[in-house]
């Protein structure tokens, strides 16, 4: 049984052209978290999604990024006109169940894509 | 918004010390993750916690959620060399799916 799936694994982008990040969650899980963790930091959410829907974006940027996950085929985080403060390690983690009022499911997490901005 | 720091921010032992990380909340938690990073790797679940109060361990760790479940701790007897990493708590508040990781704390254990 695969685990979370990232592509590309590294990524180079000049500043102004766009940068997509796709996960491929688990195998049966429908539940997809998008994080970014600068160097020497925690993780930041950015957005929960489940399959063609945006559940939770309150940690993304109003601009340049949007996210989406199509009942067919992996999650993009997309990123336009990279600057060079989005240079950073995202991750994708994705879970089986919803949260019950008490505990939210354990998340697996993808090996994340380091994208580096010139 | 919620925050959720950890001290320390830095930890060197020698192998076989013990080791301690706290996390504390400023909004109470439904639960509690933790998490292990390796250097250069990516978040491992560890366990979770519910209950007000809760101990639970894992061979040499053993996790803790306060009374007031706004706070919580890892503490690891005798570290080894394997134990190197940062290891995140992380806190859902009930109010969605969302988690909130703490700032951290990474491990270093020298022979």
């Known amino acids: 049984n695969a685990g979370v799936m990232q592509n590309p694994r590294h990524l180079v982008r000049r500043r102004g052209q766009e940068a997509r990040l796709r996960c491929s969650p688990m195998k049966g899980h429908s539940h997809v978290y998008w994080y970014r963790q600068l160097p020497e930091e925690g993780l930041k959410f950015m957005v929960y999604l489940q399959k063609e829907n945006i559940i939770d974006e309150s940690g993304m940027p109003k601009e340049r990024f949007s996210a989406e996950f199509p009942k067919e085929g992996p999650s993009i985080l997309r990123i336009q006109q990279v600057v060079r403060g989005d240079s950073a390690a995202y991750f994708c983690?994705?879970?089986?169940?919803?949260?019950?009022?008490?505990?939210?499911?354990?998340?697996?997490f993808g090996p994340g894509t380091r994208l580096t901005v010139l | 918004g919620q925050q959720v720091m950890q001290i320390p921010q830095y930890q060197h032992v020698q192998e076989g010390e013990d080791f301690t990380t706290y996390c504390n909340s400023s909004?109470?938690?439904?639960?509690i993750q933790w998490y292990k990073q390796r250097p250069g790797g990516h978040p491992v679940f560890l366990i979770q916690l519910v209950k007000s109060g809760e101990v639970k361990k894992q061979k040499r760790l053993t996790f803790q959620f306060g009374e007031a479940k706004k706070n919580s701790s890892l503490h690891i007897t005798a570290t080894q060399t394997t134990d190197v990493g940062t290891y995140f708590c992380?806190?859902?508040?009930?109010?969605?799916?969302?988690?909130?990781f703490g700032t951290g704390t990474q491990l270093k254990v020298e022979l």
């Open positions: 983690a994705s879970s089986l169940m919803l949260a019950d009022e008490f505990a939210l499911d354990e998340q697996f």
């Open positions: 909004t109470t938690l439904s639960n």
């Open positions: 992380a806190g859902f508040t009930g109010g969605g799916n969302k988690l909130t």
